[in-house]
């Protein structure tokens, strides 16, 4: 069993920044893809950008450009660096971890944008 424990969320201002961090428990966190994943009140939960075992990165067309994925296979750490944040993009954000059929969820933290 993997757990996924994240971090950095809080309230901010429009056009400004926050990062996320997802530690997890696992020594073998290099072969995981990771990924971010939002879900705000009332809507489905969306990815957010993702990040494979080789480093490539994927994100949702409403965050390109202002967000950016990373991992730090050392630290057994992805990050969410969020910038130009807009109120759009309140809601809970999950860290997520796949490898071969396993999937693992973290608990969510709470971001919040006011206007």
């Known amino acids: 069993q993997v757990q996924l424990v994240e971090s950095g969320g809080g309230l901010v201002q429009a056009g400004g920044s926050l990062r996320l961090s997802c530690a997890a428990s696992t020594s073998i966190f290099s072969i995981f893809n990771m990924g971010w994943y939002r879900q705000a009140p009332g809507k489905q939960r969306e990815l957010v950008a993702n990040?494979?075992?080789?480093?490539?990165?994927n994100y949702a067309d409403s965050v390109k450009g202002r967000f950016t994925i990373s991992r730090d296979n050392a630290k057994n750490t992805v990050y969410l660096q969020m910038s130009f944040l807009k109120p759009e993009d309140t809601a809970v954000y999950y860290c997520n971890a796949k490898v071969v059929r396993s999937e693992y969820w973290g608990q969510g933290t709470q971001v919040t944008v006011s206007s």
């Open positions: 990040i494979n075992n080789a480093g490539s990165t």
